[in-house]
């Protein structure tokens, strides 16, 4: 998500700077890369001068992950963005941009879940007490080019192209609003005008499709080549057709139109997954 950020953001004419802990494979001419630690407070304070608007996407975002390292997660996504809200303080930012998640509104999603409703809170009492405008970016199911396994959508379609196969865990009965990450991108830059400082943003996709209708949509797609296993989920990390049952501080919700159609997408997905697996 942040590397298409980051584009979206030179091509409105911005001026980049990316900050990692490792180089960024799709870092673009024009765009500077520094890498360190997000838990190096002297660096991130050197990092973020001279800039006038911090988005924030670093930390640990793989739910079972979040769950294996719950005082990993803690420091990376907690403490972390609490670093990188006092060297906004002290640097002068005029927006702190949080890339956080649907699952705030969640009893789902374990630590991870924790970890974001946590920094919200943060920038929100940062606000309170500093004046620090802030917009936080709650994303929900993504998918599309530069993904990996942890995505859903990109390892069922690897599933499928290198074994002909699916097994998915659960219901199939399972409801998301995929949203296409370049659609996702142009709505992060979009928010940068002022009428959504101090905002919460939900971005999610127009339509809702269960997870049985992906499968369908995936093997049709691959000329009904593809067997798919449906088979019960022990795993109670995610939520079933709605993450809305916490209630913190209530988002606007903003889709992109137009947008990238769910089977064109899948299709940008499948070619990539192709040319990873050659």
């Known amino acids: 998500m942040g590397s298409h950020v980051a584009d979206a ?14 180089p960024s494979p799709y870092c673009k001419t024009g765009q500077r890369m520094i890498t360190g630690d997000l838990l190096d407070r002297p660096l991130l304070e050197k990092v973020v001068r001279d800039t006038e608007v911090i988005y924030h996407f670093a930390g640990i975002s793989d739910i ?19 670093y990188m809200l006092d060297a906004a303080i002290k640097e002068n930012i005029k927006r702190f941009i949080f890339a956080s998640s649907i699952y705030v509104y969640s009893d789902a999603g374990y630590f991870y879940r924790c970890s974001k409703q946590a920094c919200e809170a943060y920038i929100e009492t940062y606000h309170e007490l500093y004046g620090l405008e802030y917009t936080c970016l709650r994303y929900g199911s993504l998918y599309g080019l530069r993904a990996d396994e942890r995505n859903s959508i990109f390892k069922l379609i690897q599933s ?10 659960g219901t199939g009965q399972e409801i998301r609003e995929f949203i296409h990450v370049m659609d996702a991108a142009k709505i992060s830059v979009r928010i940068l005008e002022p009428e959504f400082a101090n905002e919460n943003i939900v971005l999610t996709g127009p339509e809702r499709m269960t997870y049985a209708e992906l499968l369908g949509m995936i093997k049709e797609m691959l000329h009904n080549q593809v067997e798919i296993c449906i088979e019960p989920s022990t795993r109670d990390a995610h939520y079933i057709s709605t993450p809305y049952n916490f209630s913190p501080k209530l988002g606007r919700k903003m889709i992109q139109n137009p947008h990238v159609d769910l089977g064109q997408g899948l299709l940008q997905c499948m070619a990539e997954a192709i040319e990873r697996l050659k």
Request: charged share 30%; aromatic share 4%.
């Open 9 to 22: 953001l030179t091509e409105a004419g911005h001026d980049v700077t990316i900050f990692d802990k490792v």
């Open 64 to 82: 079972d992950e979040c769950k294996q390292n719950p005082v990993e997660t803690a420091e990376t996504n907690i403490l972390g963005t609490v």
């Open 160 to 169: 499928a192209i290198r074994d002909k196969k699916i097994l998915y865990h």
